[in-house]
């Protein structure tokens, strides 16, 4: 083996430490220019959810704010973590983002072997909004307050059947914090989009399900589905009537979904804080918040720091409920 002399190695010494000057100079300088070409967002699911929506609501002002277009892609497929892995494997440069949600948080358990970690290979970015859940149950069910429901499923174990858009689905998630809250065991079928349970329950294949109020209002005020219970700590406005679970029957209950836009870890600080402000600068738009109102979603705006933080509990919170419950993907 050759030797290295002290010469050598003062020489070896100073051309790495030009290299990473050289490559911070570069760095700082795309931060400053940032950006000169299109950004691109990718949704991890398919169009026409809730990802979709609020993603195309935000894009064009934070084109007006960047300069540049901000232009959605799909890349669908294994509960978003085929999404999630091709930007944590893209150029730190800004312009390939990812929206992610609790689903996501969910995968960094349910998904061990997926090729990325969420606290590893992202970086938190900005939030975007927090929604909560209603819950619902079909009209022909004689069910009519959480209490019932409880009582119910406690006298018939596994008799009643809820959906979600899949093993993991935000929606999956806080029906199953529920059951382990309240101590009873209902039947689980997932589906491979939220929409598709929400046929089924407003058909009467399944007999409850969470979902956006956004998304179950329409059927609500049709009268097809019933709600019966708020996920979040306070009342939702526009369902006034229909009171929190921790109102009532499962104290202590609070599942209030997330989302927000991450990008590949090492992202320069400053680019982090453009596309923040530009996030910010959206959701500071009347009609965009009238829009997000619409679909249910309370605009929520923050430091990447903030949101690493929601980020940190969510996995953690989302970890005990998977251990809990023994949930596993086929």
């Known amino acids: 083996m050759q030797k290295i002399t002290k010469t050598r190695r003062a020489v070896l010494l100073m051309a790495g430490t030009t290299l990473l000057a050289s490559n911070s100079s570069v760095w ?3 931060a400053a220019n940032f950006p000169n070409k299109p950004i691109k967002v990718i949704v991890p699911s398919a169009p ?6 609020l993603t195309r609501l935000i894009a064009p002002k934070m084109t007006e704010k960047l300069g540049q277009p901000v232009i959605v892609e799909y890349r669908a497929g294994a509960a978003g973590t085929i999404g999630l892995n091709s930007v944590a494997r893209s ?7 990812v929206f992610v949600s609790e689903t996501h948080a969910a995968g960094e358990t349910l998904y061990p072997k997926r090729g990325y970690s969420m606290q590893r290979e992202l970086v938190p970015v900005t939030p975007i909004g927090n929604f909560p859940q209603v819950l619902a149950v079909n009209k022909n069910l004689p069910i009519n307050s959480v209490k019932e429901l409880i009582d119910y ?7 009643l059947s ?27 079928i997932p589906y491979s989009a939220a929409s598709s349970a929400r046929t089924d329950l407003i058909s009467g294949q399944i007999q409850l399900m969470f979902d956006t109020v956004g998304s179950m209002e329409p059927h609500i005020k049709a009268g097809t589905v019933r709600a019966i219970g708020i996920s979040s700590a306070q009342r939702y406005p526009r369902l006034a009537s229909v009171p929190t679970l921790a109102e009532a029957g499962v104290p202590g209950y609070l599942f209030e979904s997330w989302c927000g836009l991450m990008g590949p870890a090492g992202m320069p600080a400053g680019v982090v804080t453009k596309i923040n402000d530009a996030v ?5 738009d009347k009609q965009i918040q009238a829009l997000f109102e619409q679909n249910g979603v309370i605009p929520r705006t923050g430091t990447p720091q903030e949101f690493g933080g929601w980020i940190k509990t969510s996995i953690d919170k989302l970890a005990q409920v ?4 023994d949930i596993k993907v086929d």
């Open 28 to 30: 700082a300088q795309g």
């Open 322 to 325: 998977i251990k809990v419950g």
């Open 162 to 188: 809820y959906g979600s858009g899949g093993v993991g689905n935000t929606y999956h998630m806080g029906m199953e914090l529920m059951n382990q809250m309240a101590g009873i065991q209902m039947q689980h």
């Open 153 to 159: 499923a406690k006298a018939n174990p596994n008799k």
């Open 48 to 53: 026409g959810g809730v990802a979709d929506i």
């Open 280 to 284: 910010t600068f959206a959701l500071q």
């Open 91 to 97: 150029a730190p440069d800004g312009y390939t983002l």
